[in-house]
């Protein structure tokens, strides 16, 4: 099938109706490939163990403008709690409904669309274009984007700005723009202690009233005031698992999962030291694991921030907020190289809920966005 003259709707149902959940993409890439083939672009495929990436370029010279994304989605949910199948999209009271209508195959669509009506507007464009494409967004993120830069970094082929695709908007298309991001480290800790019957505490050592007030200190710890561009750091405690399950056995160890979201006032390092610092200082007996999830980064300036601000003043008539909050995404592996990077995508409010779904005209508007930017940055 050709998929080069759909409009974004159709285009972004195609996508739809590809049952890609992490780490599968299930053909989505090579539709994407065969439709960025027949712009002039150059398409390398980058397999990393069970996660499909791609890298296509237009052009040789700088500088070099990138769309980011990714076509996984998370599973589904009960099936029988959505109103139309999760992987069929539908067509609804102005809405398209499916499992990756808003995170992030409308925004994919809506990159193919404006890129091909940029080049065909502008043959002999300034610099270069990309696509840098994941299956691995939602799951591990080992084997997708970040090693996708690993390759071009260690080739120094330098991305100068990038649009992730992530649904940024709240209430409208453009009325939130990421610019940032803050850091994620995750540590899983073993607190031990002695396990014995509760009858006898003396002769245990209970875990779980050890780590209370060290916890306690951590989760009231001022880690920073954050700054103009982030809110303070946050620590949170997500899981606790310690015990048998029988009521009169005290337990000899205690899991506890915790979670810093941090600005960059911190560093992970500082993090670290000073988490570790106050379990010794409870005389703890312990183990921790740290997964550093990624760094914090802002483009709080610079020519991609001015040409999205100003575009989407242009095609939308109204103001856009610059923000960093929420959660992480692939533009915290981007960042790091030097590029300016933003995130941009419709709205957000049925992300990763049963009957997730995107408002059709707004895939429109997102497109004339991206064309607009890429007017902007690249029309000679």
């Known amino acids: 099938m050709s998929w080069f003259n759909l409009d974004v709707v159709e285009l972004t149902k195609e996508l739809i109706n590809r049952r890609s959940v992490t780490p599968e993409d299930a053909g989505c890439q090579q539709m994407m490939a065969d439709y960025l083939r027949q712009l002039g672009f150059n398409i390398e495929p980058m397999v990393f163990e069970d996660t499909t990436n791609m890298w296509a370029r237009k052009g040789t010279q700088g500088p070099l403008f990138c769309f980011a994304g990714h076509t996984d989605v998370v599973p589904s949910g009960p099936v029988e709690k959505w109103d139309t199948p999760p992987f069929e999209a539908t067509e609804k009271d102005g809405f398209l409904y499916g499992r990756g209508a808003a995170d992030m195959k409308g925004s994919l669509a809506a990159m193919l669309v404006a890129t091909k009506r940029f080049v065909e507007a502008y043959p002999e464009h300034t610099g270069s274009m990309s696509y840098l494409i994941t299956s691995d967004e939602e799951g591990p993120f080992i084997n997708g984007t970040t090693r996708v830069i690993d390759t071009l970094e260690a080739r120094n082929e330098k991305i100068t700005?990038?649009?992730?695709?992530?649904?940024?908007?709240?209430?409208?298309?453009?009325d939130v723009v990421k610019n940032g991001r803050r850091g994620s480290i995750t540590g899983d800790l073993t607190v031990k202690g002695v396990q014995?019957?509760?009858?006898?505490?003396?002769l245990a050592k209970n875990p779980i009233h050890l780590a209370a007030p060290a916890l306690a200190e951590l989760a009231n710890e001022v880690w920073d005031q954050g700054n103009d561009s982030f809110p303070p750091t946050?620590?949170?405690?997500?899981?606790i698992h310690g015990g048998t399950g029988a009521g009169n056995v005290i337990p000899g160890e205690v899991d506890v999962c915790f979670n810093l979201r941090y600005s960059t006032e911190l560093d992970a390092d500082t993090i670290v030291a000073r988490t570790l610092a106050i379990l010794d200082k409870h005389g703890l007996e312990y183990d921790i694991k740290w997964t550093y999830n990624g760094l914090p980064f802002l483009t709080d300036s610079g020519e991609l921030v001015a040409a999205t601000v100003a575009v989407i003043a242009?095609?939308?008539?109204?103001?856009?907020?610059?923000s960093t909050a929420g959660g992480t995404s692939d533009g915290r592996f981007i960042a790091p190289t030097g590029?300016?990077?933003?995130?941009?995508g419709p709205v957000n409010a049925s992300i990763h809920k049963i009957n997730e779904h995107v408002k059709m005209a707004d895939l429109h508007i997102l497109v004339d966005i991206y064309y607009g930017i890429l007017c902007k940055l690249l029309a000679n």
């Open 196 to 202: 014995g019957h509760v009858a006898y505490p003396h």
């Open 161 to 174: 700005w990038c649009i992730v695709g992530e649904p940024s908007s709240t209430d409208r298309v453009g």
């Open 339 to 344: 590029a300016q990077v933003v995130e941009l």
């Open 314 to 322: 242009e095609v939308t008539g109204e103001p856009t907020e610059l």
């Open 234 to 239: 946050s620590f949170q405690i997500s899981n």
